[in-house]
């Protein structure tokens, strides 16, 4: 259990703590819950650039990692639908994109073919996240001169959501053509 190992398992952890915060309604819950999103999103950054800069790389890590991503990501979508802050069919494009691209990316390796991950899912991460935090903070300050950020930075989100798994998609078919040449 090495130091990258426990930033994932601390970002799986934080996922039920800010779920708890929204849950609660506490006066300021909607910026502590961005709070800890927000930590919970550095971590993920973090325990990949350890693993690698200390040779740390463990099948563990690879199997918690993107597992923690799913589930801080779809955790969030969730309790926005159910704050009634997003749309039931968004969180249902972002996580259904997610299974898919996951679901690939597991027949790839089966094929002996690994689909890295691209400069536009990494994008889509971010944009993911700055659009979630949006929306937890309701748009906090671009409300105070009525612009919807949120809902801006999410549809930015979906565009690259789906942009991105494409691109997994594209990717995934020339690979596999490649391999059975």
Do not use: H
Not at 48 to 63: F, P, V, W
Not at 109 to 136: C, D, R
């Amino acid at each position: 259990m090495n130091l990258p190992n426990r930033l994932t398992l601390l970002r799986i952890l934080m996922v039920p703590v800010f779920l708890v915060v929204l849950a609660l309604r506490l006066p300021w819950g909607d910026y502590i819950a961005a709070a800890v999103f927000v930590l919970a999103a550095c971590t993920d950054g973090l325990d990949g650039y350890m693993a690698r800069k200390r040779k740390q790389i463990t099948s563990l890590g690879k199997l918690l990692d993107p597992l923690a991503d799913k589930l801080l990501i779809s955790a969030a979508l969730i309790a926005l639908v159910e704050l009634g802050r997003l749309s039931g069919w968004v969180a249902v494009v972002i996580v259904g994109r997610e299974f898919a691209v996951t679901g690939l990316r597991s027949l790839a390796v089966t094929e002996g073919v690994v689909i890295a991950a691209s400069k536009l899912g990494k994008i889509k991460t971010v944009t993911q996240i700055v659009a979630i935090v949006a929306l937890f903070l309701r748009d906090f300050p671009f409300n105070l001169i009525n612009i919807p950020f949120g809902n801006v930075a999410m549809a930015v989100a979906v565009i690259f959501t789906i942009w991105s798994g494409m691109d997994y998609f594209q990717q995934a078919g020339f690979l596999l053509k490649s391999k059975e040449k």
